[in-house]
């Protein structure tokens, strides 16, 4: 008996067929992207200062390993952090007539708390085991913080928001004098300095 021969595959388009999958994959693919936070880190500083920080102008954020908030060993929830820190910040506890008082400071002007948003920082200390989620989500809150009172005063000054102007300029979409509005936006910058500290203040 003959014995029958096994027709061959023509496998020459597979390879093209195996390209044009790796091409589908690649264009429908969603890459999941980390969160991050911008950061520029201070310049080294040989010369070591002991600085002395009153106590009210210290505000004191605790995360532990539960993601539970304490601040000034108060628990609070994080809804409420932002407006904690822009309290603090704002509040303008500084005497009139004084070097540290803040003309522009819409607080309470408690005696207890900051003199102004110069000598006001906020100091972020977490436990070993904080979710990094929860950690962002605090930086978050207080970042978002310093943006509303430097929106705000933007607002009552020049007419426009600090963060809208601060990303146009930086998307290159801003229109208008690019020179003059960084100027304004260090002006904001340093009228509301954004000093969050992650270092042991004990």
Same mark, same amino acid.
């Given at each position: 008996?003959?014995?029958?021969?096994?027709?061959? %595959?023509?496998?020459?388009?597979?390879?093209?067929?195996?390209?044009?999958?790796?091409?589908?994959?690649?264009?429908?693919?969603?890459?999941?992207?980390?969160?991050?936070?911008?950061?520029?880190?201070?310049?080294?500083?040989?010369?070591?200062?002991? %600085?002395?920080?009153?106590?009210?102008?210290?505000?004191?954020?605790?995360?532990?390993?539960?993601?539970?908030?304490?601040?000034?060993?108060?628990?609070?929830?994080?809804?409420?952090?932002?407006?904690?820190?822009?309290?603090?910040?704002?509040?303008?506890?500084?005497?009139?007539?004084?070097?540290?008082?803040?003309?522009?400071?819409?607080?309470?002007?408690?005696? *207890?708390?900051?003199?102004?948003?110069? *000598?006001?920082?906020?100091?972020?200390?977490?436990?070993?085991?904080?979710?990094?989620?929860?950690?962002?989500? %605090?930086?978050?809150?207080?970042?978002?913080?310093?943006?509303?009172?430097?929106?705000?005063?933007?607002?009552?000054?020049?007419?426009?928001?600090?963060?809208?102007?601060?990303?146009?300029?930086?998307?290159?979409?801003?229109?208008?004098?690019?020179?003059?509005?960084?100027?304004?936006?260090?002006?904001?910058?340093?009228?509301?300095?954004? *000093?969050?500290?992650?270092?042991?203040?004990?």
């Amino acid at each position: 008996m003959a014995r029958r021969e096994v027709p061959e %595959v023509n496998a020459g388009s597979m390879a093209d067929i195996a390209f044009l999958l790796l091409i589908f994959f690649l264009v429908t693919t969603t890459i999941e992207k980390d969160s991050g936070i911008a950061r520029t880190l201070p310049p080294i500083d040989d010369t070591q200062e002991d %600085v002395n920080i009153r106590k009210r102008n210290l505000l004191i954020i605790n995360v532990n390993k539960d993601d539970q908030l304490l601040v000034n060993e108060e628990p609070m929830a994080l809804e409420d952090l932002r407006q904690a820190a822009i309290d603090f910040i704002d509040n303008g506890g500084a005497p009139q007539g004084t070097a540290d008082y803040c003309d522009f400071c819409r607080g309470l002007r408690d005696p *207890k708390s900051s003199d102004n948003p110069d *000598k006001a920082i906020i100091s972020l200390q977490n436990d070993r085991l904080t979710s990094y989620k929860m950690y962002i989500a %605090v930086q978050n809150e207080l970042v978002a913080a310093y943006n509303e009172l430097r929106n705000r005063e933007s607002q009552r000054l020049y007419g426009w928001n600090f963060t809208d102007v601060k990303n146009a300029i930086l998307e290159g979409n801003y229109r208008g004098n690019v020179e003059l509005a960084e100027e304004r936006l260090k002006e904001i910058q340093k009228m509301i300095p954004q *000093k969050l500290s992650e270092a042991d203040t004990n």
